[in-house]
């Protein structure tokens, strides 16, 4: 984890970049406190803005949250607001209170609150919600009121089959099923939009569809293994006067080598497909590596992809981002321009003989949902598995041998904080520790 991140900005008419804000980490036993301090060009200094930190008792598996904003009429720091909570023996949230600092009453008063219950048959996963209950206190401290309920349904397979979202304070209730077909090749997902005017409440529109095609049946639970997926737009009434599918969006994703090449294709008025695409190449630049992330548009008129804007990102060897830069490509002279640079600042950590000579990178680390594995090439399949800090398994799976670049993705489910990832390759057995923002 870094401690200190700085961000900058140029405006189109300096040379120079000048700072925009910057955030420091500061880690204590089973703590980390985030303060973000602006920086104020006029005056030439930097000013706090707010502070949040997480604690986390591991005796009874109770989460606190603390958000703090800055009275700079004071030179303090005051309360804004605070979440509590509490989970299950494996990890799991199970009920969250949010509270809000009143400061005529100068205390905490309940705002909001949410029960997770959670699918018997698969315990120990924090993706198997069987139901989500948020609620809010209307009347502050005397009144509970419903806000919206999920509930969930699960095949035998684990597979979502059933999504119910019920907003209660609206006239809105959204449905979502799932169809597996052609032995899991195909994934078929139907919305609906009800209205509760009346107390039998009949369907009265269909709002989405949506088919995944996989290539392999056996990648059809594989972690962004698809080949593509189709959208859908529910018509009430096209040219015949009945209501029909309209295509909406086509999603495309491979894996190619140390590339990753996505498309999306969305449909227009015109019957036609408005095409971009985004290619993510991964380099090895000695003991560095690189993330390239290229964005185009399809021009209809010379029938290729133009490219319009350049990501690049920079990791030392242990995973950590050191640097971000973004260039835009002016359409007139067709020529790069820099947009905005980051600097990550870390924490001088020595790492390993062996851990720079393991043969894997993983990238970025800390991470948000999205963690990539860089392999060097490896003749037989391999076993990853990632654990909690509280020995919870969050993920087990199997690389097949051959295949350099994989994507671990992590859902909402999985709350931030650090883990163990595990690989086990010829017999040998790799550890490293991830961080989850």
Known sequence: MPDSIYYYQKEANQSSYTPLFKTLFEYRRDTVIKTWVNWYTDDSKWENNRREMVYLDQSTNVQYFFHWTWESGFE???NKAREITYRDQYGRDTFVLNDVWVGILQNWVPNRRWTYIYDPRFPADPDKRIRSLEEENRLVGTNWFVN?????EYDSLGREIFNQLSIRD??????LSKQYINGGKQVVSVGESLDIFSPNPQPISKTDSQITFYSDPKLATDIGAYDSTFKFHWEE???NGEGGWQAKKRIFQRFSGDSIIKRDFFYTSLGTWLANSQRTTIMQAGTENMLEDWFASWNSDSMTYFPYRQDLFTYNQLGLQTHFYRYEIDKEVKVLKE?????YSLPLVLSSEQEVMDPFVLFPNPFFETLYLKMDEVQQT??????????QMIIETMLPAG?????LSFGQGVPPGNYILQLE????????KLVKQ
């Open 403 to 407: 295949k350099a670049m994989h994507q």
């Open 425 to 432: 390759i010829a017999n040998k057995l790799y550890t490293r």
């Open 170 to 175: 609206s006239i809105v209730v959204t449905r």
């Open 148 to 152: 919206n309920d999920r509930q969930i």
């Open 76 to 78: 303090q720091w005051e």
């Open 382 to 391: 391999s076993k990853l598995r990632i654990f909690s800090l509280n020995g």
């Open 237 to 239: 009434s096209l040219k």
């Open 339 to 343: 947009m905005q640079r980051n600097y």
